[in-house]
């Protein structure tokens, strides 16, 4: 299972994502920085070999079977 390659908070950023929230909706949250916010994305997205919200979600829907 690629999600076990996150760290926490690159979980709960990508999580937001496949939600719909906001980078800045996502830095509230989470009491981060919006550039936080996009560096973890990216580092997130690139281990897990996606490059988009959408991408994401239809993995996480191949996963989830």
């Known amino acids: 299972e690629p999600f076990v390659t ?34 973890l994305r990216k580092r997130a997205w690139r281990k897990l070999g996606v490059g988009s919200a959408t991408q994401l979600a239809a993995l996480v829907l191949s996963i989830a079977g």
């Open 6 to 39: 996150l760290s926490p908070r690159e979980a709960e950023v990508s999580d937001q994502a496949v939600r719909g929230v906001s980078v800045a909706g996502t830095a509230l949250a989470l009491g981060v920085s919006e550039n936080s916010v996009r560096t």
